[in-house]
T-cell receptor, first 117, second 115 residues
Framework: AQTVTQSQPEMSVQEAETVTLSCTYD???????LFWYKQPPSRQMILVIR??????QNATENRFSVNFQKAAKSFSLKISDSQLGDTAMYFC??????????????FGKGTLLTVNP | DAGITQSPRHKVTETGTPVTLRCHQT?????MYWYRQDPGHGLRLIHY???????DKGEVSDGYSVSRSKTEDFLLTLESATSSQTSVYFC??????????????FGQGTRLTVV
């Protein structure tokens, strides 16, 4: 079974600064996807960024980027130029990419990020 | 936004009563999931469906049952609610895509309180 570990229950950052959220995972699979989801106080689960394990290039989406280290099974999220609207719970998630897996997600416990003005 | 609607959005019920939560999608996605979210646990999979009438258990399925009679609807039933089932419940849908774009889309969540 896969496990996802987020070792930082809470973090805070000043507006306009950069912050990195950590995620490690454990799997014996070679083909999989990794995701970061954001959950603001509205409770909505919003996909922030996705990474395919077969791609060596790190994914980026505007101010959000990842550092994907497949051998180390590490998948950290970097948020640049932090904004007040980035305040949310962030979840790291793992999905096996084979149809036999039924594309289920395994989540970490989350990191609560607070952006301070 | 993906067309996923959960109902009800909030519910308070008494211990021992049956409760059914509904997830309705308009995306024609094959896969549907029910997760529960609890502080300190993240989201955990309760049950999932890989087609009409095809369902299976997740990691925290005890006390829950599901049904999927149509592609668009996935029902989660608590046969006899207990206080440990007080939680926020999320429905999600997924459809495998080529090019690595498989992802899950989530409903708005249902906050269930069992008193």
């Amino acid at each position: 079974a896969q496990t996802v570990t987020q070792s930082q229950p809470e973090m805070s950052v000043q507006e306009a600064e950069t912050v990195t959220l950590s995620c490690t995972y454990d799997t014996s699979e070679s083909n999989y996807y990794l995701f970061w989801y954001k959950q603001p106080p509205s409770r909505q689960m919003i996909l922030v960024i996705r990474q395919e394990a077969y791609k060596q290039q790190n994914a980026t989406e505007n101010r959000f980027s990842v550092n994907f280290q497949k051998a180390a099974k590490s998948f950290s999220l970097k948020i640049s130029d932090s904004q007040l609207g980035d305040t949310a719970m962030y979840f790291c998630a793992f999905m096996k990419s084979s149809s036999g897996s039924n594309y289920k997600l395994t989540f970490g416990k989350g990191t609560l990020l607070t952006v301070n003005p | 936004d993906a067309g996923i609607t959960q109902s009800p959005r909030h519910k308070v019920t008494e211990t021992g009563t049956p409760v059914t939560l509904r997830c309705h999608q308009t995306e024609n996605h094959r896969y549907m999931y029910w997760y529960r979210q609890d502080p300190g646990h993240g989201l955990r999979l309760i049950h999932y469906s890989y087609g009409v009438k095809d369902t299976d258990k997740g990691e925290v399925s005890d006390g829950y049952s599901v049904s999927r009679s149509k592609t668009e609807d996935f029902l989660l039933t608590l046969e006899s609610a207990t206080s440990s089932q007080t939680s926020v419940y999320f429905c999600a849908i997924s459809e495998p895509r080529t090019g690595g774009r498989t992802e899950a889309f989530f409903g708005q969540g249902t906050r269930l309180t069992v008193v």
